[in-house]
């Protein structure tokens, strides 16, 4: 059994790797990394659309990525919000926020009239592609968070 350098002030206590404890609050960090990955995309997408179908092309690109963000951002800023102060109710929040999201893209389509710029088809297709690259950035970085599933009773 090797035992601690006597020189040393590292005990087999103080030796050990410390236990993380779970991320506090992840969603402010979800929505900062869906926003940077699809923020980039669309930026990426509006320079080849521009390219090939002219400037209204890339703004449509940007209008339709910045719609998602917004609206899928929605959730994420909320449950931020109500999970430093109440974690078990981010569920619930959830729920809530989703109803705002509907509520309001519904205003959105039925109640103003279809701008002169906008491309449908392309609007459409970057809006869709948007949505998938969202989701993924959402699940691949929510499954890197750390949960603490026990209470430290040491």
């Given amino acids: 059994m090797t035992t601690p350098d006597q020189n040393s002030s590292e005990t087999p206590e103080t030796s050990r790797v410390q236990v993380s404890a779970g991320t506090s ?63 078990s109710a981010v569920i619930g929040a959830f729920l809530a926020a989703y109803v705002v999201k509907v509520v309001g893209f519904g205003i959105l389509v039925f109640a103003f009239p279809r701008p002169d710029w906008l491309m449908p088809s392309v609007f459409l297709w970057s809006s869709i592609g948007a949505v998938i690259l969202w989701q993924i950035a959402e699940m691949f970085t929510f499954a890197r968070t750390r949960w603490l599933l026990y209470g430290d009773t040491a």
Avoid at 30 to 45: P, S, T
């Fill in 25 to 87: 609050s992840p969603w402010l960090k979800i929505l900062i990394q869906c926003v940077i990955k699809v923020g980039a995309v669309a930026i990426f997408a509006a320079v080849v659309f521009g390219v090939a179908l002219g400037g209204t092309a890339a703004v449509n690109v940007i209008a339709g990525a910045l719609l998602v963000m917004v609206f899928s951002g929605i959730s994420l800023l909320v449950a931020h919000i109500v999970g430093k102060r109440n974690p």
